[in-house]
Each structure stands twice: as structure tokens, then as C-alpha cells.
């Protein structure tokens, strides 16, 4: 179903008394002096198809001094005819071309006509971030894009965190002396040492004792002839003990380890926190790797998806900042073609209701007022124009609220 204005008759809304119009052609011009009711027409076509949200924008939809404005719509397939009063909320009723009456007008209006009020000129002058909800809202986006900002922001900002680490830790990596692979793993206990220094000496003591009882007793043995084989006897159980024992230790290493037992293990320790400083490092250059991979990822992603993106116009899509054009900002783009891609949008948006309308027509030359109607004529969509004109010779002239 493919809905235009065929007829619009409106009495008493806002500046206007009693007006008809049967249009023809894709260009419907609204002309005429200010104040007279050019925007009244137009704001009177949507004031009948939108809820809500419409007569809230209009606080005063009835003329000065009237008790009701009426404005009906003959779309064809539809007659559309709403009626405010004083003292209630109005009346809404949509009707076949038989009179067969809907039993939900609104909600039928709502789903049939989508972005009524599309104004492709407003549009470009939109500002950059406005223009951009405007298009997001006519294609479907497989992401949310604020929500994908977020989250490369918040990688963003945590591997920045974690690059102050590195820079951190390679700094303080830098303040240790090389590695030493000479030096013991862990520090050596000034306790154990002295114990094994006790066994040996012990060891040297009873070693040195038995040396000289074995010389005692081979004094004896030379002088008691006759308890020989009592002192043999003591003598061979003496020579095993000896032999149970370990040679004499020399104990100047275990002095000389002593000695520098406490700078070693000061040196062992800086050794070791070196060690877990260089790993700490290498994982925080891990991580900072990963953050790093997966902001490529996000971005990756984005553009994977803008590219599956069906926009309205070929060329347009979209970055951080605003609407783009062929790849550069839509404000730049010329104004034709800012004009041109604004039109194929409101004609996206509007695939129902074939009506656009233009507020501000007095700002277009007749270049760009062509290029509107070739468009229009192309799409077959009809586009209603407020023009400020003095010589009374520019389409539906308004005047005191009436067509002249
Ligand atoms: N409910 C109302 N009753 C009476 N007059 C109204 C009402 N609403 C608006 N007006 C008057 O209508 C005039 C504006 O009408 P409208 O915007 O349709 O004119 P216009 O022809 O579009 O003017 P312009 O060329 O300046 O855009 C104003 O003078 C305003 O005071
Ligand atoms: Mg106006």
C-alpha cells in the first residue's frame, strides 16, 4: 500500500479558517507572506496521522476564538479525519474508501506510516550527532554502536593502565645488577654451616683422640708384654671406630663461607627479586599484547558489521563523530549532495506514507528545487514545499489563513 495526499481539507487548525487542496504532480508548493498559515498546512497533514507525540508539540492546534479544527486526509486507500475540541481529547476515525471504518485508528495509522515527519532539509542541517541518531534510527544496525564504543574504550583505557606498569616495572628491572649464575639459588643458613663446621670438628677431635690413645697404647704394648692380647683387642675395636670415621676436613673453607655468607645472600636475594620483577614484566607485556589484539579485534568487528549494513543510500555510513559520505564527514559533502542523500533517506524512512515535507523551501535555489522534484517524480513520492513568496504566483497561495 502505497499512501499520498489525494485531498487535505483543514478548518480552524492553528492560522487556518477553511482550506482545500487537491495537489497534482510530485511538488506541491505552499506559498505565500509570512504569518499567513504556510507551516499550518503542512504541520496539519501530520497533526492528523501522528498520536500522541504531535498534539503534545502543539499546545494550541485550534484556531483563536474556535471550539474545533478538523482536518481530514484523503490518502486514497485510507481516509484519515481527526477532530480536536475545547474540552476533550478529540476524536480520531480512518475509513475505507467504501466507509468501512477501523476499529483502531492510531494504532493502524502508526503501524502503516513510519517516520511521518521526516524533513530531508532539516536533516542536513541537523547537528552532527543529531543527524547521526536520525540514521541509526531508519537502518537496522547489527550492534549498538554506543554500546561498541564503550567497550573499546574501556579496553582502551585498561591497557593504558597496564602500559604504565610496564614502563614501571622495566624501570625498576633496570635498577638490579645482571644475573650472577654462579650464585646459589636461595640464601645458605649460618646455622646449617656451623653445624656441619661442629660435626667436622667433633670429627677432628675424637679423630685426634683416637690417634693418640693408638700411640698410648702401642707405648703400653711395648712395655706390658704380657696384656698384649687384652690391649690388641682394645686396640683392633679402636682402629675400627677410627675407620667409622671421615678423614680430617680442612675448616678454613667453612671460615672463608662465613666470612661472606651475608653479603652472598644479600646478592642471592636481589637475584631472586629481579627474577620475579623480569616475570612480572614479561606477563604485564603479555597482557598490554592482548589488550592491544583485541582493540584490532573490536575494530575488526565494527567494520565487519558496517559493511553488512544495508543503508538507504549508497555512500553513506557512519564513524564516531557523525554521518559520512563516501568516506568524508555528510557536512562536507556539497549541498546537492547533502540534499540528494537526505531526500533517498526520508524516502527510506517513509515507504508507506510516499509524503515528504520540506519547512524551510525558501532556502533552496531552483537548482536544488529541481533536483527535489526529479527525485520525487523518480520515486513517486510527493513532496509539500513552504516557500515565502510575495507575488502570489507560487503554488497553493495562503493567505489569512485561507487559500487565495
Ligand atoms: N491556534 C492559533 N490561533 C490563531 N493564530 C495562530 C494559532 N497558532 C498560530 N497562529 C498564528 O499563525 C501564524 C503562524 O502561522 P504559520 O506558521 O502557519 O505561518 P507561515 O505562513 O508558515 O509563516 P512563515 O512564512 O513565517 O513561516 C502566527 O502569526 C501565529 O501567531
Ligand atoms: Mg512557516
Redesign the pocket.
Known amino acids: 500500500m502505497a499512501l499520498q495526499v489525494l485531498n487535505l481539507r483543514a478548518e480552524n487548525y492553528?492560522?487556518l479558517k477553511a482550506v482545500d487542496i487537491t495537489p497534482e504532480g510530485n511538488v506541491v508548493f505552499i506559498g505565500?507572506r509570512?504569518?499567513?498559515?504556510?507551516?499550518?498546512v503542512l504541520d496539519a497533514i501530520w497533526a492528523a496521522l501522528a498520536g500522541g507525540e504531535a498534539s503534545r508539540a502543539t499546545q494550541?492546534p485550534?484556531?483563536?476564538g474556535q471550539d474545533t479544527a478538523v482536518v481530514r486526509l484523503d490518502l486514497g486507500d485510507l481516509i484519515v479525519t481527526r477532530r480536536w475540541t475545547k474540552d476533550d481529547s478529540g476524536t480520531l476515525t480512518v475509513e475505507a474508501p467504501d466507509g468501512a471504518k477501523h476499529s483502531s485508528p492510531q494504532k493502524l495509522l502508526d503501524q502503516a506510516i513510519g517516520a511521518r515527519a521526516f524533513d530531508p532539509l532539516a536533516f542536513t542541517r541537523l547537528p552532527a550527532r543529531e543527524q547521526l541518531a536520525a540514521l541509526v534510527a531508519t537502518v537496522d544496525l547489527p550492534f549498538d554502536p554506543d554500546e561498541l564504543e564503550r567497550e573499546r574504550k574501556g579496553v582502551y583505557d585498561r591497557r593504558t593502565e597496564i602500559g604504565r606498569d610496564v614502563t614501571k616495572l622495566e624501570g625498576q628491572l633496570a635498577g638490579y645488577t645482571q644475573p650472577d649464575p654462579s650464585l646459589p639459588e636461595a640464601e645458605e643458613s649460618a646455622a646449617d654451616v656451623l653445624a656441619e663446621r661442629e660435626r667436622a670438628r667433633s670429627n677432628n677431635e675424637m679423630y685426634e683422640r683416637a690417634v693418640a690413645a693408638e700411640k698410648r697404647l702401642m707405648e703400653e704394648i711395648n712395655e706390658l708384654e704380657e696384656q698384649l692380647r687384652e690391649k690388641m683387642n682394645n686396640l683392633a675395636l679402636l682402629q675400627d671406630a677410627a675407620l667409622q670415621l671421615d678423614r680430617p676436613v680442612d675448616l678454613a673453607p667453612f671460615d672463608e663461607r662465613l666470612a661472606t655468607l651475608e653479603q652472598t645472600n644479600a646478592r642471592v636475594r636481589a637475584q631472586q627479586q629481579r627474577a620475579a620483577v623480569a616475570a612480572e614484566l614479561a606477563e604485564r607485556k603479555q597482557a598490554h599484547a592482548q589488550h592491544t589484539l583485541k582493540l584490532q579485534q573490536i575494530e575488526q568487528r565494527k567494520a565487519a558489521a558496517l559493511a553488512e549494513v544495508e543503508f538507504p543510500v549508497p555512500g553513506l555510513s557512519f564513524n564516531d563523530t557523525g554521518v559520512t559520505f563516501n568516506g568524508i564527514p555528510f557536512s562536507q559533502a556539497s549541498a546537492a549532495e547533502q540534499l540528494r542523500v537526505s531526500v533517498a533517506l526520508a524516502m527510506a524512512a517513509n515507504p508507506t506514507l510516499r509524503v515528504l515535507r520540506i519547512l524551510d523551501g525558501s532556502l533552496l535555489d531552483s537548482k536544488s528545487l529541481e533536483l527535489i522534484a526529479e527525485l520525487a517524480a523518480e520515486h513517486d513520492y510527493q513532496v509539500w514545499i513552504?516557500v515565502?513568496d510575495e507575488s502570489g504566483s507560487v503554488g497553493f497561495v495562503?493567505e489569512d489563513g485561507e487559500v487565495r
Not at 509570512?34 to 499550518?40: F, L, W
Open positions: 492553528k492560522r505565500g509570512n504569518a499567513q498559515g504556510k507551516t499550518s494550541q485550534i484556531r483563536d513552504e515565502v495562503i
